[in-house]
């Protein structure tokens, strides 16, 4: 059974969405939020449930692509900088709404616009896949971006877009593998290779381990496990490191962005199809493709939950989850608009 919800948003979108019962049961058994970017709308959207209901709270980002999350901070990827959102647990208890975090936005890095797609925290670094140069890069006080890696058949950083590196999995804080729309060297040169020229590489030794793949994205390491969001062909796949073995675990039905796997679920962003991803094998399923959150049971491949968007929102980007925060509270640069109530902080007055 399907429960509805209706929220309206800034921007005068009438976004309406349905979800099942099993969404904000599972969320409370597993003491968990989960956060969805949407660059389509320009949100952050914080899922959570309260008292068996769900609650959606959505927050404008220019464009908001990857979301990072470490303890106590936030971090969202937009068209042309990263905001990090700081945890204020005092001001969380403050709060109206029994709210167990306050993230507020408190710090900004300009990179200008590098189709900043995935990223994490390496050591003490903030990440990011970025896209249009076709690299790994870290953040610097003083530079746009600092190169860290690049795909062997990369020749050169060029902001061209040359293979759509686009997902990054990162294991003990480092990164071990990041997906690929294709193996080219020329500016989009992925665009005409879409339908089956993506690749899972490993880093950092540039080791194809697939190749072959349609629209890989969101590469995650679960243990000797690598899985990854096979969009193309509507799964979630997983691929063996040793011998490059690709297998289904369960079909999704929608364009999959945005992977986040806890305590044996897999939480993931679907979106429907652009006009352009004609010829990709799932899109010939135009009219079954969902938009929304779907959630898996690694263990069974079953759909233990989804949240379906059916207007205002037709494509998700990113998922994270937020472990032990049920109740969490947002102020975002754009908090005025959101919510109507900015807040401001101060350090404690002296003794």
């Not at 616009?113 to 925290?121: F, P, T, V, Y």
């Not at 062997?152 to 990054?168: K, T, Y």
């Amino acid at each position: 059974m399907a429960a509805n919800v209706s929220e309206p948003v800034q921007e005068y979108r009438n976004i309406r969405c349905s979800y099942s019962d099993s969404l904000p049961a599972l969320l409370a058994q597993l003491r968990l939020s989960v956060l969805i970017s949407t660059y389509q709308t320009g949100h952050l959207i914080a899922v959570s449930a309260r008292e068996g209901t769900l609650k959606l709270a959505f927050h404008q980002f220019e464009r908001a692509m990857g979301i990072a999350v470490k303890p106590g901070t936030i971090a969202v990827c937009t068209r042309k900088e990263v905001w990090f959102l700081r945890d204020a647990p005092d001001i969380a208890a403050k709060l109206p709404g029994h709210h167990d975090s306050c993230f507020l936005a408190r710090t900004s890095h300009f990179t200008d616009d590098i189709q900043a797609h995935e990223a994490a925290w390496v050591g003490r670094e903030f990440w990011i896949v970025n896209t249009l140069f076709s690299c790994l890069c870290a953040l610097h006080p003083h530079y746009s971006f600092t190169p860290r890696w690049r795909p062997p058949f990369i020749s050169a950083l060029r902001p061209e877009d040359r293979c759509h590196l686009n997902g990054v999995a990162v294991v003990d804080g480092q990164p071990r593998y990041v997906t690929a729309l294709a193996e080219t060297d020329s500016p989009s040169g992925w665009r005409t290779l879409k339908n089956n020229g993506g690749c899972l590489i490993e880093v950092p030794s540039g080791h194809l381990v697939a190749r072959g793949l349609s629209l890989p994205h969101s590469p995650r390491v679960e243990g000797n496990r690598i899985f990854f969001l096979h969009s193309g062909n509507g799964d979630l796949a997983m691929a063996d490191a040793k011998t490059g073995a690709v297998t289904s675990v369960a079909p999704v039905l929608g364009i999959s962005r945005g992977l986040a796997i806890h305590d044996g679920y897999a939480f993931i962003g679907l979106s429907k199809a652009r006009p352009s991803l004609e010829g990709v094998p799932i899109v010939a399923e135009r009219e079954k493709l969902r938009c929304g959150l779907w959630v898996l049971n690694l263990q069974t491949g079953t759909v233990a939950a989804h949240l379906e968007f059916h207007t205002g929102v037709e494509e998700i980007f990113d998922v994270q989850v937020l472990p032990g925060i049920v109740s969490p509270y947002i102020s975002g640069p754009a908090a005025a608009q959101d919510t109507g109530e900015p807040l401001w902080t101060i350090p404690p007055a002296p003794a």
